[in-house]
């Protein structure tokens, strides 16, 4: 079946700690994107790109790296700088622009 | 900046009852509108999409309406099920070059009483 696989589902790390999350899609979709969400609110845009080796900053980008080296791929890396990084994680793809997101079932990041 | 909000955090429906979920936007320049269906600990998942060309689309038990004179944008849901309790969001494509940036809004959430 063709999907976006986020893992781990779960992940814990002390504070002042990098961590990576890992996001693979096999739709061949062009664009991913990756999502915050916190406790009773909708999404926010973290990063996202429409193309390999090319990625825009979305709306809360600050704390966040991301790299596109691969179509299948889109990994998210959570610094040490990101003030909150305790959240629900989601990545997405979209076949093009005026297609639907489709998700993958996120991470859980506690950071302490 | 825009925003796309909701009129009802919560809705609590019987078993059998139909469901209507409310939506409203600020953008109009936007010119694509999604639902999507998140359950507890999983991603959200498409319900049914409608472009700013159209009003009114249909699913299977699904409806969506959209007024663009007053920005609102609605989710029927007919023969509301209890699986159908989840949370519902609203998501908005703001047009031109945003490539599938989708704005959400905070949700909705349904509870569907057997």
């Known amino acids: 079946d063709g999907g976006i696989t986020q893992s781990p589902k779960y992940l814990f790390r002390k504070e002042g700690q990098n961590v990576t999350l890992s996001c693979e899609q096999n739709l061949n979709h062009d664009a991913m994107y990756w999502y915050r969400q916190d406790p009773g609110q909708g999404l926010r845009l973290i990063y996202y790109?429409?193309?390999?080796?090319?990625?825009q900053k979305g709306d809360i980008a600050e704390g966040y790296s991301v790299s596109r080296e691969k179509k299948e791929s889109f990994p998210l890396t959570v610094t040490s700088a990101q003030k909150n990084p305790t959240a629900f994680y989601l990545c997405a793809s979209s076949r093009d622009r005026d297609s639907p997101l489709h998700f993958g079932n996120g991470t859980r990041l506690t950071v302490t | 900046g825009e925003s796309v909000g909701l009129h009802l955090p919560t809705l609590s429906v019987q078993e059998g009852d139909n469901s209507i979920i409310n939506c409203a936007y600020s953008n109009s320049a936007s010119d694509y509108f999604i639902w999507y269906k998140q359950e507890s600990g999983k991603g959200p998942q498409f319900i049914i999409d409608i472009r700013s060309n159209m009003d009114k689309r249909q699913g299977q038990r699904v409806t969506v309406l959209l007024n663009k004179t007053v920005k609102h944008l609605s989710l029927q849901i007919a023969a509301t099920q209890p699986g159908d309790s989840a949370v519902y969001f609203c998501a908005e494509n703001a047009g031109g070059t945003s490539y599938g940036k989708l704005t959400f809004g905070q949700g909705t959430i349904l509870t569907v009483h057997p």
């Open positions: 790109s429409q193309i390999v080796n090319d990625f």
